[in-house]
């Protein structure tokens, strides 16, 4: 498991550190940061909790998961998959739809997930993807999940 801040979202209010210090912290910026990666299971009960008491909802919880590529019904009953050939990505426990996320720090710009599917990602603006629609439509999240897999750098992140 493994838990991210949103650094945009996060106001630095300290309830996270107050609660989980093994995993949340603050001591180098105004943001919280993410000190335990992945998530040790002994904590992990203790940073859901964390991520619900959030009041920026600025933390996302994230369980590996391993999915096969061509299984389109994995992401309604992917705790029963069996893995073949597999890619991996991270599904969180967010029950709002799909959200797609870049890391620009892995990204390199190389425009595949943009050629997929450009109603949900774009490099118009920037030198990495961004994305443009929160939560993804019903309609482009099939797509949207083959660009994850498609990301050389395993850089796109899907919750829902
Ligand atoms: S609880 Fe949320 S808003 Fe507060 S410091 Fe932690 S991540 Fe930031
Ligand atoms: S496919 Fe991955 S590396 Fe390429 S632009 Fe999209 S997010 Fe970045």
Redesign the pocket.
């Known amino acids: 498991m493994k838990v991210r801040v949103d650094e945009d979202l996060c106001i630095g209010c300290g309830i996270c550190e107050n609660t989980a210090p093994e995993v949340f912290s603050l001591e180098n910026g105004p943001v919280a940061e993410v000190i335990m990666d992945p998530v040790e299971a002994e904590f992990q009960e203790t940073a859901r909790q964390v991520a619900e008491d959030c009041p920026e909802e600025a933390i996302e919880v994230e369980d590996e998961v391993e999915i096969p590529a061509d299984d389109e019904t994995t992401t309604e009953c992917f705790e029963e998959t069996k893995v073949e050939e597999s890619s991996l990505i991270f599904v969180s426990e967010r029950k709002e739809g799909m959200k797609a996320t870049?890391d620009p720090d892995?990204?390199?710009?190389?425009?595949?997930?943009?050629g997929i599917v450009p109603e949900v990602?774009s490099?118009l603006n920037e030198p990495?993807?961004e994305v443009l629609l929160d939560p993804v439509p019903d309609e482009y999240q099939e797509a949207t999940r083959e660009?994850a897999e498609?990301?050389?750098?395993e850089?796109?992140f899907i919750t829902e």
């Open positions: 870049v892995l990204c390199i710009g190389c425009g595949i997930c943009e990602f490099l990495y993807a660009a498609e990301c050389p750098e850089a796109i």
